[in-house]
T-cell receptor, first 112, second 115 residues
Framework: GDSVTQMEGPVTLSEEAFLTINCTYT??????LFWYVQYPGEGLQLLLK?????DKGSNKGFEATYRKETTSFHLEKGSVQVSDSAVYFC???????????FGQGTELSVKP | EAQVTQNPRYLITVTGKKLTVTCSQN?????MSWYRQDPGLGLRQIYY???????DKGDVPEGYKVSRKEKRNFPLILESPSPNQTSLYFC??????????????FGPGTRLTVT
C-alpha cells in the first residue's frame, strides 16, 4: 500500500541554519504531496503542496519539489528561525477520495 | 472565522466508560475525518465521511464508531474505551476531495487518557 517515510527526529539546529527534512513515498499512480506543520499544542496546518511531478511548493520560506524519479518531496528552508520549531509531517493523497497518508513526523527544534 | 472545533480538548477517563468526542466545522465541507496521533506513528486515519450519512473505515477503526447526521458534525464515539486508545485525536475537514486536491483543515486536538 501507499506509504510515506520521513527522516527521524528530533532535528536540532541553530537559528539561521539551513534545514532539510527528507521525505520519500511509495504510491501507485500520481499522488499529490503535502507538508503539514504542527506547532506546540495546536492542530496541523498545511504548509505547502505539490500536485504533479516537478512542481515546487513554497510558503513562509519553505520549499519542496515533487521528484517522481526519486519518489521524494524533501522540505528545505535556507535560514530557520526559532519560531519554526514544530513537528513537520509529510503526507500524500491519491486521487481517490480524501484520505491523507502521513509520515511519522519530524520534530524540529531551533535554538537561538 | 473558518474553523474546526473539537470538544473536549482534554479528557481522562476509565476503562469501559463510554465517551464521545465532538467535532464541528463551519465551512460547509463535505469531507470529514478522524485521526489519532501516536509517537513514532504519525497520524493514522480512524474513520472518514464523504458526506452526510456516508461513513467508512480508515486504517485503525477498531473500538471506534462515528456518525454523520448533519454536514457540520462528525462525533467520534468510544463505546468501551481501553488504555490502548490513549492518544491525541484530530478531526479534519475539507471540500469535495474527489474533485481535486484540497487542503484539510484540522481541529486543535483532543488528548484522551484511558486508565
Amino acid at each position: 500500500g501507499d506509504s510515506v517515510t520521513q527522516m527521524e527526529g528530533p532535528v536540532t539546529l541553530s537559528e539561521e541554519a539551513f534545514l532539510t527534512i527528507n521525505c520519500t513515498y511509495t504510491a501507485t499512480g500520481y499522488p499529490s504531496l503535502f507538508w503539514y506543520v504542527q506547532y506546540p499544542g495546536e492542530g496541523l496546518q498545511l504548509l505547502l503542496k505539490a500536485t504533479k511531478a516537478d512542481d515546487k511548493g513554497s510558503n513562509k520560506g519553505f520549499e519542496a519539489t515533487y521528484r517522481k524519479e526519486t519518489t521524494s518531496f524533501h522540505l528545505e528552508k535556507g535560514s530557520v528561525q526559532v519560531s519554526d520549531s514544530a513537528v513537520y509531517f509529510c503526507a500524500l493523497k491519491n486521487n481517490q477520495g480524501g484520505k491523507l497518508i502521513f509520515g511519522q513526523g519530524t520534530e524540529l527544534s531551533v535554538k537561538p | 472565522e473558518a474553523q474546526v472545533t473539537q470538544n473536549p480538548r482534554y479528557l481522562i477517563t476509565v476503562t469501559g466508560k463510554k465517551l464521545t468526542v465532538t467535532c464541528s466545522q463551519n465551512m460547509n465541507h463535505e469531507y470529514m475525518s478522524w485521526y489519532r496521533q501516536d509517537p513514532g506513528l504519525g497520524l493514522r486515519q480512524i474513520y472518514y465521511s464523504m458526506n452526510v450519512e456516508v461513513t467508512d473505515k480508515g486504517d485503525v477503526p477498531e473500538g471506534y464508531k462515528v456518525s454523520r447526521k448533519e454536514k457540520r458534525n462528525f462525533p467520534l464515539i468510544l463505546e468501551s474505551p481501553s488504555p490502548n486508545q490513549t492518544s491525541l485525536y484530530f478531526c479534519a475537514s475539507s471540500p469535495r476531495p474527489a474533485l481535486g486536491v484540497y487542503e484539510q483543515y484540522f481541529g486543535p486536538g483532543t488528548r484522551l487518557t484511558v486508565t
